[in-house]
């Protein structure tokens, strides 16, 4: 294990970020990354159809950002989306951590605790936004993802 570094601890946190917005699309981040580059060190001539984890987190992320702009879609800061959040981000965290010769308890410890400030601060900051300036939920929802997507390819670029 190595010192924890300001850089490891950022592309953990940045994870978690992702994590207290869209509580699916941290671990499917990561499990995506980790798969594509198990793919590019097997170097297998004709790919098998396969079902993987990262194929499972993908589906399950692509509901969340589908329901997500459902008028009936419950505000992440309830408790079970908090829930939700904090243990994505633990996962995300823990498996960064490791793959960063981070301990990974340390990864969950900061992935999960920036997942749930995130939760509130990007709650908070777009019930605002598209109350004071008119722009429509869904349409907020979009941008959020575009960002949270950026932010969550940009951390990974050093895992």
Same mark, same amino acid.
């Given at each position: 294990?190595?010192?924890?570094?300001?850089?490891?601890? *950022?592309?953990?946190? +940045?994870?978690?970020? $992702?994590?207290?917005?869209?509580?699916?699309?941290? =671990?499917? /981040?990561? +499990?995506?990354?980790?798969?594509? !580059?198990?793919?590019?060190?097997?170097?297998?001539?004709?790919? !098998? =159809?396969?079902?993987?984890? #990262?194929?499972?987190? @993908?589906?399950? +992320?692509?509901?969340?950002?589908?329901g997500d702009k459902m008028p /009936?879609? =419950?505000? &992440?800061?309830?408790?079970?989306?908090?829930?939700? &959040?904090?243990?994505?981000?633990?996962?995300?965290?823990?498996? $960064?951590?490791? !793959? /960063?010769? !981070?301990?990974?308890?340390?990864? #969950?410890?900061?992935?999960?605790? @920036? #997942?749930?400030?995130?939760?509130? *601060?990007l709650w908070y900051t &777009?019930?605002? *936004?598209?109350?004071? @300036?008119?722009? =429509?939920?869904?349409?907020?929802?979009?941008?959020?993802?575009? /960002?949270?997507?950026?932010?969550?390819?940009?951390?990974?670029?050093?895992?």
């Amino acid at each position: 294990m190595s010192k924890l570094t300001l850089s490891d601890t *950022l592309t953990i946190a +940045s994870l978690g970020v $992702v994590a207290g917005s869209r509580a699916m699309l941290a =671990p499917t /981040l990561v +499990s995506r990354h980790l798969q594509a !580059q198990k793919d590019k060190n097997e170097k297998t001539g004709i790919s !098998q =159809p396969r079902i993987t984890k #990262a194929g499972i987190w @993908t589906i399950l +992320s692509a509901g969340e950002l589908i329901g997500d702009k459902m008028p /009936l879609a =419950p505000d &992440r800061i309830k408790p079970l989306g908090l829930i939700g &959040r904090g243990i994505s981000g633990g996962l995300a965290g823990a498996q $960064v951590g490791k !793959q /960063l010769q !981070q301990k990974a308890w340390v990864g #969950a410890l900061i992935g999960s605790a @920036t #997942a749930l400030g995130a939760a509130y *601060l990007l709650w908070y900051t &777009r019930t605002r *936004l598209t109350k004071h @300036t008119k722009i =429509p939920d869904g349409v907020a929802g979009i941008v959020e993802d575009a /960002l949270m997507l950026c932010l969550g390819y940009k951390a990974l670029q050093r895992v």
